[in-house]
């Protein structure tokens, strides 16, 4: 069962700031962060392992809250570079990753 | 330069014609992983391996064959292609897999049209 991210879509202007979160309705033991820009292959972010820690790239920082199975990615001053489209994924098992649907974000000028 | 190969980037084919995607990486990963991206479906996985001759199935597995012979090749293979298979195709990689807390390197896309 796919992880379901919130929102689907979200406009900003730069220098906002935004959270995307991303729940399951089963138990985490991580979760992984992509982002994936149009036309491009998707490229890592960060991983977030239990124990509740938070993690930084960029001005992006993200934590796991694995009571609420849920994780949450900041995106603080945002700039037209973060523009794109945000998979959160979670194992199922060993080496089965599923993604979630993703959410797509707009920085404007 | 690290990086993970595919082959070809776009191929329009016709139905009921076999056809293999190759992926190769260069950065000695045990981990390998082919998923398809369909608009407002995310990525799912079709196969993934966990080492050389170690193969499993992934969410959407009906209609592919993978295999893994050697540590740097994983190609994905249709033996029968449909239409329902026209789909971008990212092959990925990474040192230990999921489990290992190990980023994934993908590929830069194959977009695949099946008439």
């Known amino acids: 069962q796919q992880p379901v991210q919130s929102p689907q879509a979200v406009i900003l202007r730069e220098g906002e700031d935004a959270v995307i979160n991303c729940s399951s309705s089963?138990?985490?033991?991580?979760v992984h962060w992509y982002r994936q820009k149009h036309g491009e292959a998707p490229v890592f972010l960060m991983i977030?392992?239990?124990?509740?820690e938070q993690k930084g790239h960029e001005k992006i920082s993200a934590s796991f809250n694995e009571k609420k199975q849920q994780s949450s990615l900041y995106l603080t001053a945002s700039q037209l570079s973060y523009s794109g489209t945000y998979f959160c994924?979670?194992?199922?098992?060993?080496?089965?990753?599923?993604f979630g649907k993703g959410t797509k974000l707009s920085v404007k000028p | 330069e690290a990086q993970v190969t595919q082959n070809p980037r776009y191929l329009i084919t016709v139905t009921g014609k076999k056809l293999t995607v190759t992926c190769s990486q260069n950065?000695?990963?045990?981990?390998m992983s082919w998923y398809r991206q369909d608009p407002g479906l995310g990525l799912r996985q079709i196969y993934y391996?966990?080492?050389?001759?170690?193969?499993d199935k992934g969410d959407v597995p009906e209609g592919y064959k993978v295999s893994r012979k050697e540590k740097r090749n994983f190609p994905l293979i249709l033996e029968s292609p449909s239409p329902n298979q026209t789909s971008l195709y990212f092959c990925?990689?990474?040192?230990?897999?999921?489990?290992?807390?190990?980023?994934?390197?993908f590929g830069d896309g194959t977009r695949l049209s099946i008439l």
């Open positions: 990925a990689s990474s040192l230990l897999g999921p489990q290992g807390n190990q980023p994934q390197h």
């Open positions: 089963k138990a985490l033991y991580s």
């Open positions: 977030l392992l239990k124990g509740g």
């Open positions: 994924g979670t194992e199922r098992s060993q080496g089965n990753l599923i």
């Open positions: 950065m000695n990963h045990e981990y």
């Open positions: 391996s966990m080492n050389v001759e170690v193969t």
